[in-house]
């Protein structure tokens, strides 16, 4: 039988707040078994760009990342958030080990090619590039990998990449290894099924109803490549995907409670 | 018998210059059998603080690191410099892996406590704390360190912590594994007899002319505290230390030339 590995992405707006960031960390330390944090960027990348004096360009929710910018998020991605959060959870006994895809080699990526826009230097991860057993090396050693939004080329360059997508395709090549378990936290409860209402989370969303409440525009522009994310792992092998507010991840992984959204590949 | 194991530092002046950097980091690739790079900082943080309108404060060549200042090497070393390393020599087939102290609690440290100055978040490496089997974990799987000047205080705050400090207690920590070489790579040719002289290079120093040389006074101030953290290697255990140019490192490690300052405990 596979062991389980629990892979917890968390988003932006947790980061950007130190409470709430700190309760996250405190409760994600005390889910037993093996387990892997991938975080998001936050808006201290864009704060940075600002006070250094770049211009932060985005165009459909997705970072223009010219060689200034990419300096600004190797910095915060990679030093400060990443590094932070790593000292953090050893405070709280959980052996953490921070990377980025160019560390060991974890996840190689080729830039994006130059298309209507040029992204610059953004990472698009190659399927199947990346080997699980790579990672289970350090799982099985008793370390907790804590990974921040960034792959490289391997030719010498650090690459953006998006933190979903990351969660997902690390969930996909661990669950070769394990029976892997993926949960996107952030400032919301769940799927709504009302956009304007908090409260109207859904408890299930299968593939199909996905779908069709895409297609009628139902569905948040932020939730889409999370969602499209959730379904492409579910769909390659991982065993659940949840999506939960970042407040009730103690609850669902420490106190086995059930919360959030949970995906479907069924009808 | 033990395996060789050839602990490089970095200094800062090297790392400001990317053409030097990048030819340093390609000799280093070529390095064969285990390895373990450590960098200094460089310029870029005090740079960075000053593009972020943070005043840099350094009283006898060490900066004061308030909450601030933590975040910028928190950004600059542990991201910017150590991720940028990390990625350049996955381009050279080199399996780098880049580590503040606090990535699986490998370096544990104290705050420094004010004195007659408080240096704020300055780390200072308890002796003996290393566990030189964690990095053995790492090196006998294949990896290749590349340490960042940051440790941490295991209460969730990073510290700032010189470098050259770092690569000796590595250093110490390893030589109960490996028979251990320590090499201080900078922009100079090595120990110089004769301050005003670069090619005044000793071939060697002993401890006793070490002692009588600081002693009247003929060492450069910034070469005081890596000679006396050279020395503690060298008296901890350490196989070997030599003090050479970076430009050096290959002929050095890969073309077996003597180059540099070779440390002597004997006289």
Redesign the interface.
């Known amino acids: 039988m596979k062991k389980t590995l629990n892979l917890v992405k968390i988003g932006g707006n947790i980061i950007d707040d130190e409470t709430k960031l700190n309760q996250f960390l405190e409760d994600f330390a005390q889910i037993p078994g093996l387990k892997i944090l991938v975080h998001g960027g936050g808006k201290t990348a864009t704060e ?1 760009s600002s ?3 770049l211009e932060t360009t985005m165009v459909n929710g997705l970072r223009i990342t010219d060689a200034e910018t990419l ?1 600004v998020v ?7 958030i ?3 959060i ?3 959870l ?2 709280q006994e959980c ?6 895809g ?4 974890l996840i190689p990526a080729s830039k994006r090619a130059a298309g209507k826009y040029d992204f610059g230097y953004a990472g698009d991860i190659i399927p199947g590039v990346i080997r699980g057993e790579k990672i289970a ?1 350090f799982l099985d ?1 008793g ?1 907790v990998p804590v990974f921040a939004p ?1 792959t ?1 080329d ?5 690459l953006n990449t998006n933190a979903d997508t990351i969660a997902s395709a690390l969930a996909i090549a661990l669950s070769e290894q394990y029976e892997t378990r993926l949960y996107y936290c952030f400032e919301k409860n769940g799927v709504l099924s009302d956009m304007k209402d908090e409260d109207s989370v859904m408890e299930e969303l299968t593939l199909e109803k996905y779908r069709a409440i895409k297609h009628e525009g139902l569905i948040s522009k932020g939730m889409l490549p999370k969602l499209d994310n959730a379904f492409k792992a579910l769909l390659a092998g991982v065993s659940s995907v949840v999506i939960c507010h970042a407040e009730e991840i103690g609850n669902v992984l420490v106190h086995h409670k059930k919360t959030g959204t949970e995906l479907k590949n069924n009808s």
């Open positions: 940075m006070n250094l004096g300096r190797t910095m915060v991605y990679g030093g400060l990443n590094k932070t790593v000292a953090k050893q405070a052996n953490a080990i921070g990377f980025t160019a560390d060991a080699n090396f050693n370390l960034l490289h391997k030719a010498g360059s650090l």
